[in-house]
Antibody
Framework: EVQVAEAGGGLIQPGGSLRLSCAAS????????MSWVRQAPGKGLEWVSI???????HYADSVRGRFTISRDTAKNTLYLQMNSLRAEDTAVYYC?????????????WGKGTTVTVSS | QSALTQPASVSGSPGQSITISCTGT?????????VSWYQQHPGKAPKVIIYEVNKRPSGVSNRFAGSKSGNTASLTISGLQAEDEADYYCCSYAGHNTVLFGGGTKLTVL
């Protein structure tokens, strides 16, 4: 079965760091575009970052310079390293397979992992 | 960049048709046929129902249809069913390696 599962969320103080992971099964992460999308409590979806099959990475303005997307081919896992966290980063973070890139066809989503940034 | 503009809410009775608009600019929706629509039920992950403006993934009902004219994309749901009650988000490539979502539309089936 094709699926992804996020992990690594939790409660973190402002200014802290957290690394999210997204373990994939049934497909190869490195052969696909993979995206992170977040959803603040009661709010809409917000695209965060993408990594292409070639390894190029791109970020939303709101997280550029603080977040880093990466992948581990051997573990078939996607990551999101989040530094200098702010209250406004509080959200459910989803990873998704992005079949045609650029948010156009995100067909496999996890259940999400919750990040709460608060003192 | 601002989010794409969607109506906050729409409603319809079972069997009726509704349309949700998604207005962007000539830099995003108007420039690329990379517009998709996602359905999200409460507490669940989003599900893609339309991609590349008007294509349906396998398994998605043909009651869902997408279109685009200029800077505005639209999602039409025909033959409304109770299970269609959910939040709907449009999404578009916005150039310069970025992606924009709409603010979301809550569909209520009366």
């Amino acid at each position: 079965e094709v699926q992804v599962a996020e992990a690594g969320g939790g409660l973190i103080q402002p200014g802290g760091s957290l690394r999210l992971s997204c373990a994939a099964s049934g497909f190869t992460v490195s052969l696909n575009y993979m995206s992170w999308v977040r959803q603040a409590p009661g709010k809409g979806l917000e695209w965060v970052s993408i990594i292409s099959s070639s390894g190029s990475t791109h970020y939303a303005d709101s997280v550029r310079g603080r977040f880093t997307i990466s992948r581990d081919t051997a573990k078939n896992t996607l990551y999101l390293q989040m530094n200098s966290l702010r209250a406004e980063d509080t959200a459910v973070y989803y990873c998704a397979r992005d079949r045609s890139g650029w948010g156009n066809y995100m067909d496999v989503w996890g259940k999400g992992t919750t990040v709460t940034v608060s003192s | 960049q601002s989010a794409l503009t969607q109506p906050a809410s729409v409603s319809g009775s079972p069997g009726q048709s509704i349309t949700i608009s998604c207005t962007g600019t000539s830099s995003d929706v108007g420039s690329y046929d990379l517009v998709s629509w996602y359905q999200q039920h409460p507490g669940k992950a989003p599900k893609v129902i339309i991609y590349e403006v008007n294509k349906r993934p396998s398994g998605v009902s043909n009651r869902f249809a997408g279109s685009k004219s200029g800077n505005t994309a639209s999602l039409t749901i025909s033959g409304l069913q109770a299970e269609d009650e959910a939040d709907y988000y449009c999404c578009s490539y916005a150039g310069h390696n970025t992606v924009l979502f709409g603010g979301g539309t809550k569909l209520t089936v009366l």
